[in-house]
């Protein structure tokens, strides 16, 4: 009797203490219960998380946060714009895209300190989408960004874009150079070559902020997004930094980038459609420029006829006005191009003198 006896109480006890730990087997596993839970450490960052912390560390208090304010149409009152830029040396230079500070009346630039200073626009290049703005305050600590080149840039190199979307300061996106050697429109006939494609997210407000290598280093300015609805949908743009690094030091000495041309302005493309050669049809020649010393016609408007129509600049044949800029920027300003054009015709060549026509 008593060893049954003793037999029930062994049951029972195993019985009550399988409960009992159990209950705190699931408590622990699966409720939040009462109590706060144990921390798991969480070990080092990887290496590739590590290298985008240091490299925000390191390039974020070189980027700044644009503001400006600029008069809009009549009876409309004032209206303002936001965008990114980075500072571009300790003179206190600020890049940004040309379109963020364009028409602005006034402009901000909020440092990465907090502070807000106001800035002058120094110059700007519409062409390549880029301005330079002067800071008002010379009293602040600036961080120049570093510069690195983008000859050698390779598709699939990993890249970062730091900048202000939608207001939303000191954001990092990360991504890769999907595509090189883009071409991307910016003023009437004026496209900016050698432009890096990215994936990284890029949204309004991001414009004129920077894009880096995994080195930190300034490899591009963001300066557009491929999108139907303005957000960004994995394809974005970026001017790339060895035009840049021609173009800023230009327009802080002359606040302006030479603008190769010959006095000519050509047809939209419904009018040179219309001439079955091919080429591009001259609507109106400058008085007294290079092309009108070489006797190049525009449109008879009048007589309801054409002129010249562009064939072929030294040999090779002129089908865009892309074309045309690539072949007169590459000839530089007072050089030389032997221009082909159609008339009548009749086709004759005649050499024109490169000039600024900005």
Known sequence: MQNRT??????????VASIWLGDRL?????????????????????????????LFDQAAPSVVYIFTKSRAAAGAGRRGGTGSGF??????????????????ER???????????????????????????????????????????????KVGQAVFAIGNPFGLSRTLTTGIISALDRRLPTAPGREIPGVIQTDAAINPGNS????????????????AILSNNGTASGIGFAVPVDAVNWIVPRLIRDGAVPRPGIGVRIAGEQVSAQWPGGGLVVAEVVPGSPADQA???????????????????????????????????????DGSVEITVMRDQVARRVRVRVVDIS
Request: without cysteine; proline residues 4%.
């Open 107 to 153: 402009i901000w630039v909020r440092m990465n300190s907090g502070i807000t200073v106001g800035a002058v626009l120094l110059g700007s290049a519409p062409d390549h989408d880029l301005a330079v703005l002067r800071l008002d305050e010379e009293r602040i600590k600036l961080k120049p960004i570093p510069v690195g080149r983008s000859v050698d840039l």
């Open 87 to 104: 500072i571009w040396d300790g003179a206190g230079h600020v890049v940004t895209n040309h379109h963020v500070v364009d028409g602005a």
């Open 208 to 223: 004129g902020g920077p894009l880096l290598d995994s080195a930190g280093r300034l490899i591009g300015v963001n300066t």
């Open 26 to 54: 699931v408590r622990g596993l699966w409720l939040t219960a009462d109590e706060t839970r144990a921390i798991t450490p969480r070990g080092d960052l990887a290496a590739f998380e590590q290298t985008a912390v240091n």
């Open 6 to 15: 003793f037999r029930y109480i062994v049951i029972w006890g195993l019985i």
């Open 295 to 333: 006797g190049i016609k525009g449109i008879d408007r009048a007589a309801r006829r054409f002129g010249d129509v562009i064939t072929a600049i030294d040999g090779k044949p002129v089908l865009t006005l892309a074309d045309l800029v690539d072949a007169l920027t590459a000839a530089g300003i």
